[in-house]
Every structure is written in structure tokens, then in C-alpha cells.
């Protein structure tokens, strides 16, 4: 331990920083695993407007970071062998709003069921407040877009914002502070009667 790395380090923080990384450790959240509400009826149709490249190459095939890599069991989806940022880019279902990604619906559909199956709540990268962020936004696109969201999905939905909603990144401040508040007002919405 370095007195002086830390101090470095510390004092350019903002004190919501730092109060807010001590709060997770103190405080650690558990998953809130109630049934989700009814989603909300749509009124007029979605207008995608920015379309991102496709990364699904098969139903467990991806490519992020110009790296290809598969997802074929559970330990695949937090696999240590694995860049972070790799992970964490499986984690966001970017590919749900990709180009031409309704060619890929099968796939879109068979991941998030596997999703949902494994990986628990609360549990690896994917519920990382920022991954779920994406994912959450990603998630009701796809959904704003015609696709159909099975009950499990949906619930899954919902805990996944009710995670978020305790997990905000208030310690890194910026884009993810964005990214978070950005996911809970997509889920606010798409829950609201």
C-alpha cells in the first residue's frame, strides 16, 4: 500500500465519488426479483436512426473489437480468458438494433433466452451497471421495433432496472452516469401505465 498513490489518486476526486463507491461496498444491493409490471402499449411507430454493425456471426458466434469469439455455455458469457471489454460488449446486445438485424431474429431470440438463463441475477459482467444500461436500452428497442419479449424476458427486464436503479455509477460521473440515467428513463417508460 502506497500512502501516496492513494492520496494522488484521491484528491482529484468530487466527494459524491467517493461517498458513492463507499455506499456499494457498505451496502451492497440484492437483486429485486418481483414479477415486472405490464409493459406499456406503444402509440405510433419506432424510427431507428442510427444502425450498428452487425457482430452476430452465428447464434454463438461474435465479433467485437475485431476479435471473434464464441459463447457456447454458461462460463463463455464471463469467460477469464477474455478482454473485459469484449465481455462487456456480448453484454450489450448492440446486434438486437444492428444492420439488418431482423435476418437475425432466430439468433436475437435463442440469445436472450440464453441470457436470461445464464446469467443469474446480480451475478458477472452483465450486471454491471454499464453493460446493463446498454443492454436494458438495447433490449426495448428491439421490442419498440416489433419483436415480442417473452414473459421471462420481460421480467428479466425488470429486474435488470430495479438492479440499475441501486447500482448507479454515481463514483464515475460522465458518460456512464449518462448511459445509467439514459436506461432507467427507457425502462420508466416502457413499464409506465
Not at 500500500?1 to 489518486?9: D, I, V
Given at each position: ?9 484521491l484528491r ?63 462460463v ?118
Open positions: 500500500m502506497n500512502p501516496a498513490r492513494y492520496f494522488h489518486t482529484h476526486l468530487r466527494p459524491v465519488q467517493i461517498t458513492g463507491r463507499l455506499w456499494h461496498r457498505v451496502n451492497p444491493a440484492k437483486p429485486d426479483l418481483r414479477a415486472a409490471p405490464s409493459p406499456s402499449l406503444v402509440a405510433g411507430q419506432w424510427a431507428t436512426t442510427v444502425e450498428r454493425p452487425a457482430s452476430m456471426l452465428a447464434a454463438d458466434a461474435f465479433r467485437f473489437l475485431a476479435v471473434i469469439g464464441q459463447v457456447r455455455n454458461a463463455d458469457w464471463n469467460h477469464p480468458a477474455r478482454e473485459k471489454l469484449w465481455l462487456y460488449n456480448l453484454h450489450y446486445f448492440d446486434d438486437l438494433n444492428g444492420v439488418a438485424a431482423a435476418e437475425r431474429t432466430a439468433w436475437h431470440r435463442a440469445l436472450l433466452a440464453r441470457w436470461v438463463a445464464e446469467n443469474p441475477p446480480g451475478v458477472g459482467n452483465g450486471w454491471e451497471p454499464y453493460p446493463s444500461s446498454l443492454r436494458i436500452v438495447n433490449w426495448i428497442k428491439w421490442w419498440l421495433a416489433g419483436n415480442v419479449l417473452e414473459l421471462a424476458w420481460v421480467d428479466s427486464l425488470a429486474v435488470q432496472a430495479r438492479w440499475l436503479r441501486r447500482h448507479i455509477e454515481w463514483h464515475l460521473l460522465g458518460n456512464h452516469l449518462f448511459v445509467n440515467a439514459k436506461a432507467l428513463v427507457f425502462a420508466g417508460l416502457f413499464f409506465c401505465r
